[in-house]
Nanobody, 120 residues
Framework: QVHLVESGGGLVQAGGSLRLSCEAS????????MGWYRQAPGKERELIAA???????VYDDSVKARFTISRGNAKYSVNLQMDSLKPEDTAVYYC??????????????WGQGTQVTVSS
């Protein structure tokens, strides 16, 4: 079983910045990718940024040039630097890890979510 802990959410004014962090622990044999998703009220959960074990990054167009995803210092950790925040960035942000376990299965686990609120 893999457990993810997220931190860094909060309330910020439009144009401000926040940094989200996520660290995973547990039965992780190999890392495939880690990413951040968000879900606004009444909307589906969407991928906004991800980073592979090789360091390749992908971003949703809505956050490109404003958000930066990076690997953290811990082995299975990821950060999301969010700059130039807009009210439409308001959502619950979820961390996700895709990994392989010792039995060779490809699995995924989610964090509990952290609220980001951007006021206008």
């Amino acid at each position: 079983q893999v457990h993810l802990v997220e931190s860094g959410g909060g309330l910020v004014q439009a144009g401000g910045s926040l940094r989200l962090s996520c660290e995973a622990s547990g039965n992780i044999f190999s890392l495939d990718a880690m990413g951040w998703y968000r879900q606004a009220p009444g909307k589906e959960r969407e991928l906004i940024a991800a980073i592979t074990s090789g360091g390749r990054t992908v971003y949703d167009d809505s956050v490109k040039a404003r958000f930066t995803i990076s690997r953290g210092n811990a082995k299975y950790s990821v950060n999301l630097q969010m700059d130039s925040l807009k009210p439409e960035d308001t959502a619950v942000y979820y961390c996700k890890i895709q990994y392989g376990d010792a039995e060779g299965y490809d699995l995924a686990s989610w964090g509990q979510g952290t609220q980001v609120t951007v006021s206008s």
